[in-house]
């Protein structure tokens, strides 16, 4: 049988990477990792592990059946850790940026957040996140208006030119 490799992006093989991890053979040493087992938990339906790694504090807000439908629906293509602050061996709390890229229904798409972790009895739990909205595209050029001349310079209005 051959190695399959993790979800997570890591280079390494799943029984070696997060599988340990969401069989709960092994613990996240720091919330980089708890955040990449908890991606490939999602990709491989995994339910259960993601609800054991939420904040115990707010675990019942979790809507299992909806957790579990995205989770199974969702064709998983890859996570990117954008950066990472604190949340290392030594440390209590960490925050993590990340996107998560899947295909739901025939269309890609991204889901990009800052997720925060914290220990709670010595493990890492996901305590809450936060959408990042996209960056607003500032123009540097002003607007062409339908009816203004065209800027390729055939004197023609914009409209009956290259705005068709």
Not at 16 to 45: F, H, K
Not at 65 to 77: G, H, V
Not at 78 to 104: K, M, N, Q
Not at 139 to 145: L, N, T, V, W
Request: one cysteine or more; aromatic letters at 8%; glycine letters at 10%.
């Amino acid at each position: 049988m051959s190695a399959v490799q993790c979800p997570c992006g890591n280079d390494a093989e799943f029984d070696r990477c997060c599988g340990p991890l969401i069989r709960g053979e092994a613990s996240a040493e720091t919330a980089e990792q708890l955040m990449r087992s908890r991606y490939s938990a999602y990709a491989t339906g995994a339910v259960d592990y993601i609800l054991q790694t939420h904040d115990p504090a707010t675990a019942g807000d979790v809507d299992r059946d909806a957790t579990e439908a995205w989770s199974k629906s969702a064709e998983w293509l890859g996570l990117e850790i954008v950066a990472t602050e604190a949340g290392g061996p030594d440390d209590d709390e960490g925050v993590v940026e990340f996107v998560a890229r899947y295909r739901l229904r025939g269309a890609d798409a991204a889901h990009h957040e800052r997720a925060q972790f914290r220990r709670c009895d010595g493990r890492w739990v996901f305590v809450d996140g936060a959408l990042v909205k996209p960056k607003t595209v500032v123009r540097d050029a002003p607007k062409i208006g339908r009816n203004d001349p065209c800027p390729c310079g055939s004197g023609a209005k914009y409209k009956r030119c290259c705005g068709r």
